[in-house]
Nanobody, 122 residues
Framework: QVQLVESGGGLVQPGESLRLSCAAT????????MAWYRQTPGEQRELVAE???????NFGDSSKGRFTISRDNAKREVYLEMDALEPDDTAVYYC????????????????WGLGTQVTVSS
């Protein structure tokens, strides 16, 4: 069973930085895409940024050039560095990953973490 464990959320003031981490655990053969999404009450979950196993990155509109995504393939971890945070960045941030459980049947997986709260307030 694949699980994603997020960490690094919290309360920060406007203009400060925060780094989120997410680790994929379980019996995994390969991880393809690792991504961060965020969601506020009453709104749809939106893409913040995603990164492929080769390092190709795609940013959502919400990142606005202030966020950096990276990953450590050996550790199966993904990170989101958020700079110059604004109150509008307040949300629950979710980690998402997809890939294969095995190399024979190529069983896919696509899982979500439980989310970590980021609050930007003075």
């Amino acid at each position: 069973q694949v699980q994603l464990v997020e960490s690094g959320g919290g309360l920060v003031q406007p203009g400060e930085s925060l780094r989120l981490s997410c680790a994929a655990t379980g019996n995994i053969f390969s991880v393809r895409i690792m991504a961060w999404y965020r969601q506020t009450p009453g709104e749809q979950r939106e893409l913040v940024a995603e990164i492929g196993s080769s390092g190709k990155i795609n940013f959502g509109d919400s990142s606005k050039g202030r966020f950096t995504i990276s990953r450590d393939n050996a550790k199966r971890e993904v990170y989101l560095e958020m700079d110059a945070l604004e109150p509008d960045d307040t949300a629950v941030y979710y980690c998402n990953a997809d890939g294969r459980l095995d190399d024979v049947r190529r069983t896919p997986f696509d899982v979500w973490g439980l989310g970590t709260q980021v609050t930007v307030s003075s």
